[in-house]
């Protein structure tokens, strides 16, 4: 069974930029599209970034289309989410996900990480 873990949140003042990271352990992940979600309390799970399995083909919200890119090494099992010119709205604690489908399809990522905080101040 794989298990994921987040890293790299932190607190950063609006249009700085932070880099989160997720590790999957138990096995690779390469045959699987994987994906970063996002939460804050109160609120649906949004959905903020999604990579294919083999890394060529990537989706993101419009919400930070053009601020944040998803990238993925699929030697080391890890998947990143850079993230520039944060804005406060971008709080949330962030998760990552594996999907058991295609990258597209929210509805089947169903393996998720504890998440990572991520708290811009303005």
């Known amino acids: 069974q794989v298990q994921l873990e987040e890293s790299g949140g932190g607190l950063v003042q609006a249009g700085g930029s932070l880099r989160l990271s997720c590790h999957a352990a138990g096995r690779m992940f390469t045959d699987s599209a994987v994906g970063w979600f996002r939460q804050t309390p109160g609120k649906e799970r949004e959905f903020v970034a999604t990579?294919?399995?083999?890394?060529?083909?990537?989706h993101y919200a419009d919400s930070v289309k053009d601020r944040f890119t998803i990238s993925r090494d699929n030697a080391k099992n890890d998947v990143y989410l850079q993230m520039n010119s944060l804005k406060p709205e971008d709080t949330a604690m962030y998760h990552c996900?594996?999907?058991?489908?295609?990258?597209?399809?929210?509805?089947?990522?169903?393996?998720w990480g504890q998440g990572t905080q991520v708290i811009v101040s303005s």
């Open positions: 996900a594996l999907s058991s489908g295609h990258y597209r399809d929210y509805a089947t990522f169903d393996t």
């Open positions: 990579i294919s399995w083999t890394g060529g083909s990537t």
